[in-house]
């Protein structure tokens, strides 16, 4: 395959790809040590890249799917709004959803890189912020009519340093809005060292290879992983698929939530997948619209996570699928002031699913089952005043808790899977750090048996936590989808557990809450929430026996569920060791069911 690049040397290639990702793991270390909200420093909710200096994404190593796939895009509005100005030295904030960001949320720091005076390269640290100034204390706007209403600065590629020296006065106008300035600052501080040890160390790449040997790598990656891409599209039948999902409700603003759906036209003889997302509806006014960047990423994720794992993440395989959107559609065609605070999240979620759902279709052993979406309680965003610190404000978004991973056709769900933009590269808090960090008592952080969705492999189950306010008064603001809409399995699975969550008094009474919540907390009450789980994958009764017994025996299921869902038969008990698998009855009780 590789033969027909003039002048690929397979080695050097393999190199440079490898020395490239270090660099870029060597700029995430750097972000996740120095930063100060637990946010980016326990949950890592940040991704670092590199672009081209003609703007296409070179490459990610680990970054989280829906920052990095719209990293190119970023670096295009800084090259087009700096033009001839741009200038070693400098280093640009992005966060505009409407110029190639994710959402305002995400706060990405572009460092455009000249080797003997050419723009060779531009590095991306993309960090989430704890807070951005919005009118609530929270990145996520879900009931926010417009961007006016949301409230974020929004920062189109705004030079922050020039000629390696600080533009102060972007910084007074974050510091004079953003509600913990101190924290935000360290995290500003930390997202600029990361690109900026990008930098140093693709300039050390250049001086040992020399700048032509580089530019000769950059064309070959490309098209190696072009070429990588058009073999696994090889692999696929020429088929046209559709596949529909939907976002919870809520309240009165979507009283039946946001229908959505997809159609993916696979053909393997010219080596393209086109993705239509055009029949969806008109933008919604409220914070769920995507932003054309997290669409693209929603859909990729989606397609990257059905082919083959090998195939390079950049510019060079993504051009091989095409993506159609209709400008004003909820999916990707957000204009400005139309809301995207939850862009990342919610309906890319559910795109992701409804992408890899979508290749389940095509035949048994393709596609996944959908994984567990919402960001819940255990995901919430606390904010109020620390008694323990003189009464000093503090701000963060919680990861307490993850919801259930798909089952796909190999192997069940994955436990500490977050959620599907996110793919399991976010870290879960540490229970003790949230409680030095914010005044909170965790109670409880557990899985809960028998919420996986069934199948011959099972979704992750369900996790949830259960928090107490340890101030006067702590705000706690999550926007939870999957309350309504379980995740849903795929070929004959079953879908995996909705999510649920509750408050509990003083007086020990629990009052219900609904699904996207805005919330104060007296001293002394607790939340509880449980995360929605993964769907199934093939049907139940095709799931070996003895793995179900295993399940059992270590609590992923129940006795109940492996009985009346998996149809298997067990003696014994699981209190005395003596539970055991009943082949007989395992074998005439599948048999009556199937006949």
Not at 11 to 33: C, F
Not at 216 to 233: K, L, N
Not at 422 to 431: C, E, K, Q
Request: charged share 20%; aromatic share 6%; glycine share 12%.
């Amino acid at each position: 395959m590789t033969d027909t690049i003039e002048g690929f040397d397979p080695y050097m290639t393999a190199i440079l790809a490898n020395r490239v990702d270090g660099i870029i793991r060597e700029m995430t270390n750097t972000l996740l040590r120095a930063a100060r909200s637990g946010v980016i420093n326990s949950a890592r909710d940040f991704s670092c890249s590199i672009c081209t200096g003609d703007n296409q994404l070179l490459a990610s190593a680990e970054g989280l799917p829906i920052h990095i796939f719209g990293s190119h895009m970023q670096a295009r509005t800084m090259t087009e709004n700096a033009g001839a100005t741009l200038r070693e030295g400098d280093c640009y904030l992005h966060n505009d959803p409407y110029s190639g960001n994710s959402h305002a949320g995400d706060h990405a720091f572009l460092v455009p890189v000249f080797v003997d005076g050419e723009h060779m390269f531009t590095t991306v640290a993309k960090a989430h912020q704890a807070d951005i100034g919005n009118s609530l204390p929270t990145t996520y706007m879900a009931g926010a009519r417009d961007q006016y209403e949301e409230g974020a600065l929004i920062f189109p590629a705004v030079k922050i340093q020039s000629n390696y020296e600080m533009v102060d006065d972007v910084v007074r106008m974050c510091r004079s809005r953003i509600r913990v300035p101190d924290q935000w600052y360290g995290d500003f501080l930390a997202g600029i060292g990361s690109a900026r040890i990008g930098e140093r160390r693709l300039k050390e790449l250049c001086d040992k290879y020399g700048k032509a040997t580089i530019k000769a790598f950059i064309q070959h990656w490309m098209t190696y992983a072009e070429q990588r891409m058009v073999a696994a599209i090889k692999t696929l039948p020429a088929v046209r698929l559709h596949n529909s999902g939907n976002h919870d409700p809520f309240g009165t603003l979507l009283p039946d939530g946001i229908p959505l759906q997809v159609s993916l036209t696979i053909d393997p003889d010219t080596g393209y997948i086109d993705v239509d997302l055009r029949d969806n509806g008109d933008t919604v006014a409220c914070g769920f619209n995507q932003s054309e960047a997290c669409a693209g990423a929603s859909v990729m994720a989606g397609i990257f996570n059905s082919i083959d794992a090998d195939v390079p993440r950049n510019s060079g395989s993504f051009s091989r699928i095409r993506l159609h959107i209709r400008k004003g559609s909820v999916c990707g065609g957000a204009v400005f002031p139309s809301s995207c605070s939850l862009a990342t999240t919610n309906v890319s979620d559910r795109m992701v699913n409804i992408v890899q759902a979508a290749f389940a279709q095509i035949g048994d052993g393709w596609g996944l089952a959908e994984g567990g979406v919402g960001m819940g309680a255990g995901c919430a965003v606390v904010s109020g005043r620390d008694p323990r610190l003189g009464d000093s404000p503090f701000v963060n978004q919680l990861f307490l808790t993850n919801s259930g991973g798909p089952a796909s056709a190999m192997a069940d769900g994955w436990v500490t899977y977050g959620l599907p933009v996110a793919a399991g590269l976010m870290y879960r808090d540490s229970v003790e750090i949230d409680e030095l960090k914010h005044p909170m008592d965790v109670q409880y952080v557990r899985l809960i048996p028998g919420t996986g969705g069934a199948g011959r492999f099972r979704g992750a189950p369900s996790m949830e936590t259960g928090y107490i306010s340890r101030c006067t008064r702590m705000e706690a603001i999550w926007p939870c989808d999957g309350t309504h809409f379980p995740a849903k399995g795929a070929r004959g699975g079953l879908p995996g557990a909705s999510a649920e969550h509750r408050l509990v008094r003083l007086d020990g009474t629990i009052e219900p809450l609904p699904n996207i919540v805005v919330l104060t907390l007296k001293e002394g009450e607790m939340v509880e929430g449980r995360h929605a789980a993964g769907g199934g994958y093939g049907h139940p009764h095709e799931r070996d026996p003895r793995r179900v017994l295993h399940d059992v025996l270590e609590g992923w299921e129940t006795l109940e569920r492996a009985g009346s869902i998996y149809g298997v038969s067990l003696s014994g008990r699981i209190d005395d060791d003596s539970l055991a698998l009943d082949v007989a009855g395992t074998a005439e009780r599948r048999g009556r069911t199937a006949a």
